[in-house]
């Protein structure tokens, strides 16, 4: 069994070790923008390329003769990599280009919601030009619902700003729209939605659909959600398979979104969405809403479900080429997961790099992200650097290794403590309490 692996960070190394975990014994053969020792270290054969380059893929790939391949980032699917992997006989555990627009493009997954009358899209409106996009910012306002301000592009999870955490008015909206419209298309300007994030990744072979436990991610660079956005500086899963703010009905409504939109996708392209179709959504007073799709793994919150996945991941691989996903029952441990990132100093405005770190012993897991090793110690890149991950029977043993671990990388790194602690997660059951009370 051989397994080409595109990628791109240490969702990348994540996603290499349940691979090469896999009882058929793969040969990995993988493709990224940078060197990673992680994934380096688990593969057969490793290559530093574009990925989102369809020629170089392909060259790449006809050399080393995969089975099947997958496909890690998202802008290798916009760019059509999938499709030419595809084309020249080699299976993809990823969507086509076209339907990758799911997450490619914010106004095509509102559009395909709307259209297909499946719930969970907030109020919306999509701008093409400046024309109509005060009037609509002052509409949600007078409505008492603020407004939330989307690209419509790929932008690395840092384009989207927010009244009140990014924006400060609808001047500064107006603003932002138009230095949008400079790079994109379109803008999606959407309802502000109040609650509590979570994000359901599931498998899909275009037909059926199977989850992975929710995970809560959490944006923000600082401790208690202070700060700008990031790509996200760590998450937490629960034993129970559920998050401590919701309940079974939320994690249901997710899952029947996320079929749905998978039918519908069926429906409207006539071609089966294969590869991973991971919703972001809030529970909010009104229900589930959807915030946003990917296509592809979350960075971090694969690291908290793949190392738990008691299935054999190449297994439901080769079930989602074959169209054959219903026949394979997704297993996970019943283990709580957190995730804590180490980050540059700096990190994200101005992050330094070729930055010395030590890795101490620990007991947490290491996954390698924009880092490079030299001589057994390893070299700041610029972005998130290491995620140390705590597997354990429960939340505060699994969030007290996962500190352990991240505490013994040493340099010019900072993380957030508070992510999986008790007093963060308080102030989650909270607020979701003062919403339903006041609903």
Request: glycine share 10%; net charge negative; charged share 30%.
């Amino acid at each position: 069994m051989r397994v080409l692996l595109i990628g791109k960070s240490a969702r990348t190394d994540v996603i290499a070790e349940a691979i090469v975990r896999s009882r058929r014994k793969p040969l990995l053969f993988s493709m990224m923008d940078a060197e990673n020792p992680g994934v380096m270290r688990r593969s057969k054969e490793f290559c530093v390329a574009k990925t989102d380059d369809a020629e170089a893929v392909l060259a790449f790939a006809e050399r080393v003769e995969p089975d099947f391949s997958i496909i890690d980032p998202e802008d290798p699917i916009a760019h059509g990599v999938s499709d030419a992997l595809e084309k020249a006989g080699i299976p993809c555990v990823a969507p086509s280009k076209k339907l990758g627009q799911l997450e490619s493009s914010k106004s095509f997954c509102r559009e395909l919601l709307r259209k297909h009358g499946i719930e969970g899209n907030p109020e919306y409106r999509i701008f093409r030009s400046g024309s109509g996009i005060e009037n609509w910012l002052r509409e949600l306002l007078d409505a008492e619902k603020g407004f939330v301000v989307k690209p419509d592009g790929l932008t690395g999870g840092k384009g989207v700003k927010v009244l009140g955490d990014h924006l400060r008015g609808v001047e500064d909206a107006l603003d932002y729209c138009e230095e949008v419209l400079a790079k994109h298309a379109s803008v999606v300007i959407e309802e502000k939605l109040e609650g509590e994030e979570f994000s359901l990744q599931s498998l899909t072979d275009g037909v059926a659909v199977q989850d992975c436990p929710p995970v809560q991610d959490h944006k923000r660079a600082f401790e208690g959600d202070e700060g700008p956005n990031t790509g996200g500086m760590g998450s937490y899963s629960c034993e129970n398979h559920l998050l401590p703010f919701m309940g079974r009905e939320d994690a249901e409504a997710a899952h029947a979104i996320n079929e749905k939109v998978a039918a519908a996708l069926l429906k409207e392209t006539g071609a089966k969405y294969r590869g991973v179709l991971y919703g972001g959504f809030i529970c909010t007073r009104q229900g589930v809403k959807l915030i946003e799709y990917n296509v592809r793994f979350g960075d971090p919150e694969a690291m908290n479900v793949l190392p738990i996945m008691k299935s054999d991941f190449v297994d439901v691989c080769e079930s989602i080429i074959n169209g054959k996903l219903d026949e394979t029952k997704l297993r996970f441990e019943n283990a709580a997961t957190v995730c804590k990132y180490a980050v540059p100093e700096g990190y994200p405005s101005n992050p330094i790099r070729g930055a010395l770190l030590e890795v101490g012993r620990s007991r947490a897991r290491y996954y390698y992200g924009a880092v490079r090793e030299e001589n057994g110690k390893y070299v700041t890149l610029g972005s998130r650097a290491i995620a140390s991950v705590g597997i354990a029977p429960s939340l505060a043993e699994a969030e007290k290794i996962a500190e352990e671990g991240v505490g013994a990388i040493k340099g010019a790194v900072f993380h957030r403590r508070d992510i999986g602690t008790q007093a963060l997660i308080n102030r989650r059951i909270e607020h979701m309490k003062r919403l339903r009370k006041n609903g």
